[in-house]
């Protein structure tokens, strides 16, 4: 038998498919472990899919996508953050965020580079910084609120320091950085020969506040790559449509390891993602998606606490994070018990780094039913549990 990549080899499985594939094979399974919107795809988006394949548009387009999407994206950016990205040279439309980062971190690292991360952390981002040969350099943020303070950032920097990674909304825990927070980080990194990533999948899924960015500070433009993507907003992951955000020199390197991965995006997704960015009704789908989600989040935030299980308020994205720890100090363990005693399947938190350990993710794009039923077993669990 030939050898693999001794890399490859060393990956794992990601944790938060498991409990997914497990909860299906039984028939009264609740499966709270959803990373996307239960929401079916707007219409207005498979119409204008419909229409490009019915079109023919079936060809190859621009490397960096079709030029009628970059534009879009970059007004649509400009709407929201009064930030101005020029659409020939600064947009880059990727297979979703996740080739965004993919491509970004074979963009920039070289082995034995370092790459700060604010921890519990998305399952996405360490495995391919190790495929690189780069080291993930963790900030704890459990004891902060799940927010990093601008001293932890900074006792993180060292001189092989490449880049920091943040992701507000977070996946998984729901929270957010204010505009003072990221203030003190750009007042931290700017100057600074680091780049900064920035991943706001999550950022049209923000509730009672208004979202803000790194993008929004000229200060970082040089560093920064800004990632978004229409995955979770309008609730179509199986298009797979990202984008980057970056001064030309930083996209112009992106764009070759990009050609070299795909060529493109898949011509009809691009279309319905114009449709997506430009469509009048899609802001009004935005808001009532939302407010489902904070329906749903309220509610379980509400029974979380009844069951005393220490929990943070969501603020964006569709996770909570509560702690189980006084239960059970090993999350898989907890989700292992829970799935088989009651069919519910949530995703351990030692899926998004080891400092999620106690600690099981549940999403909220699940239907209402669901949670309601969810939480009815989980607080069976616990009291079983306890009695044990
Ligand atoms: C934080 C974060 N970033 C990126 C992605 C990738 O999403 P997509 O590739 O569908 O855009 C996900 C998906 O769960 C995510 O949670």
Redo the contacts with the bound molecule.
Sequence with gaps: MPQFNDRVTALQVPG?RQFANKVSQYENGINLTL??SGFDAPDFIRQAMAEAVEAGELRYTHNKGLIELRTAITDYTAKRFKMNYHPETEVLVT???????DSILRTILNPGDEVIIPAP??A??EPIIHLLGAKTVFVDTTHSHFVPTVEQVEAALTPKTKAILF?YP???TGTTLSAEAIQELVQLLKDKDIFIIT?E??SENVYESQHHSFIEHPEVRDQLFY?N????SHAI?GA???YVLAPEELIDQVTKVHLYNSICVATPSQYGAIAALTHPASEEMLTAMNKAYIERRDYLYDRLTQMRLPVERPVG?FYILPDISAYNADSFQFATDLLEAEQVAVVPGAAFTSYGEGYIRISFASTMEEIIEGCDRLERFLKNDSMN
């Excluded at 993507?229 to 979770?232: A, D, N, Q, V």
């Design positions: 938060t990373g996307q297979n979703g965020g996740s080739e965004a980062i952390a998305y996405g981002y992701n977070t996946n998984p991943d999948i999550y990632i993507g229409l995955s979770k992951t797979r449509v990202g994205a």
